[in-house]
């Protein structure tokens, strides 16, 4: 696909990622979205949000952090998906102050969290026994 001309579109290459994730083969997604990177496709949201994920399941939340990073300076709007999946990623890798003050700055921005960023929060707040702020919650 990448040496193809014209480049398909990101919905094409984004599709053929998240197979690649369902397969658990998330360093082999890394590696593409690099090479689409080269090749001059330019990512959206939604690809974003794939690589984000990809990270975070490899235990890299920092390149997660970092793309998050590179979303915002591209101007691409991260939306509550990119959150949950950093927060997610924070929780299961047990930094979890680190996914409650990304959280705190998820809801200071305005962005709605869903009832799966909500539940993440609340076991990652009764793991580090903060139950009573996950009681507030």
Known sequence: ?????PNPSIVEFTKLLTDIVRMKHYTVVVSL???MELSGVSHNAFSFNVL???FCQLGRIDF?????????KLGVEPDVVTFST????LCKHSKFSQAVSLFDEMVEKGYQPNLIVYNTILNG???IGKTERSVRF
């Open 33 to 35: 979205c690099h090479r």
């Open 1 to 5: 696909m990448i040496e193809k001309y």
């Open 86 to 89: 950093l927060i997610n990623g």
């Open 64 to 72: 997660g952090l970092s793309v998050l990073g590179k979303m915002l």
């Open 125 to 127: 707040l009764c793991k």
């Open 52 to 54: 984000i994920n990809c």
